[in-house]
């Protein structure tokens, strides 16, 4: 049982109580820190109870925070993107980043800031590797990113603090993965499309510690988070390996996947590749920065 350490910070994290803030809790906690969560659904101490649709929030322990990580958003892969769904990924990210924002005056500890965003962000033109300074896409999700960055400025106009483009996080406990390993686990594993498009991922680890990183290095600017990018059918293949099953179907159309999601499909269809320069230049390095690397420490027994 990890102990408090009086002089460590206070961190509170909005939207903690999801796959990436499960993690980042053990980890803050771990290392000594007094951890928070925002949630809408306070069922545990350390949860303070907020809905930023409503404009509500538990001002209680806001004097005692040192350190805000904003992670909060409605799941993007969870359900249709039919327009109402849409409006809900937008405004549950851009509205509840804004409500924080007129929040700060309260936070008199606070001195640094983590807004989460997302790498979808770009567009997708072939084989090109995007940097942190290239414009936003043209699509659905590039639009959500430019307004939530727009939202996590008005928060580090107030205070330092970095905002850090999130790729697919692979973690042994939910997410993508476990998304991927369903249809290999019942022999229905396949690629997408062609398999070529890339896709930037990061382990769920490395994310945890690139954002302590970011607070020990008062990092301030727009950060891929992203330890390399895969195509669908390497990551497809190294999986089914790991998991010591065959792949015999072939690729599953696009358009099937289409019908299967709507747009959403995107997610898995888009070739995308970021790079991660930026933040290796500031100094991060990446404990797994190969794909086998990360599924050895999800498969393997210790
Ligand atoms: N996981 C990934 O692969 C990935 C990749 C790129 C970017 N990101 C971004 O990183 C952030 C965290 O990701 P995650 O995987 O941990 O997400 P998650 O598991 O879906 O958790 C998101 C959290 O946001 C809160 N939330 C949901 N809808 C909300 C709303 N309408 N208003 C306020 N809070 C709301 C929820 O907290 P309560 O229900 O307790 O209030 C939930 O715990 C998200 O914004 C996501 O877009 C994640």
Redesign the pocket.
């Known amino acids: 049982m990890p102990t408090l350490k009086d002089d460590m910070p206070t961190v509170l994290i ?10 980042l809790t053990r980890h803050f906690k771990d290392r000594g820190y007094r951890v928070y ?6 069922k545990r101490h350390g ?1 303070i109870y ?4 409503a404009g509500k929030i538990d001002t209680k322990k806001l004097d005692k925070i040192d350190i805000l990580i ?9 359900k249709r993107w039919r327009s109402k769904r849409k409006e ?2 937008l ?3 851009v ?2 980043t804004a409500f924080l924002a007129s929040l700060i005056p309260q936070m008199p500890r606070l001195n640094y800031y983590i807004g ?5 962000c770009y567009g997708n033109q072939k084989g090109k590797i995007y940097y942190e300074e290239e414009a936003y896409g043209s699509d659905f999700l590039s639009a959500v990113v430019k307004e ?1 960055e727009g939202a996590h400025q008005l928060v580090t106009n107030q205070v330092k603090g970095a905002v850090l ?7 042994r406990h ?3 993965l476990h998304l991927m390993k369903q249809p290999i686990y019942f022999g229905l594993g396949a690629a997408v499309a062609s398999g070529k498009q890339h896709s930037p ?2 382990h769920i680890n490395d994310l945890c510690r690139l954002m302590l990183f970011a607070i020990d290095h008062q990092l301030q600017g727009t950060y891929n ?1 992203s330890a390399a990018n895969n195509t669908n059918l390497e990551m497809t293949q190294l999986l089914a390996k790991w998991m010591k099953r065959p792949l015999i179907l072939p690729n599953v159309p696009a358009f099937i996947l289409k019908l299967l999601l709507g747009e959403r499909a995107i997610l898995v269809l888009t070739d995308l590749q970021a790079s991660n320069e930026k933040i290796k230049q500031a100094g991060f390095t990446f404990v797994y920065s190969t794909l086998d690397a990360a599924f050895k420490s999800f498969f393997k027994k210790k």
């Open positions: 909005a939207g903690g109580s999801g796959l990436i803030g499960g993690h969560k925002l949630t809408r659904n306070p949860h907020w809905d930023p649709e904003n992670l909060a958003g409605e799941n993007i892969g969870a809900a990924i405004n549950s990210r509205k509840s989460a965003s997302g790498v979808n939530w483009r999130i790729s697919m996080v692979l973690s939910g997410g993508s991922w990061i988070a």
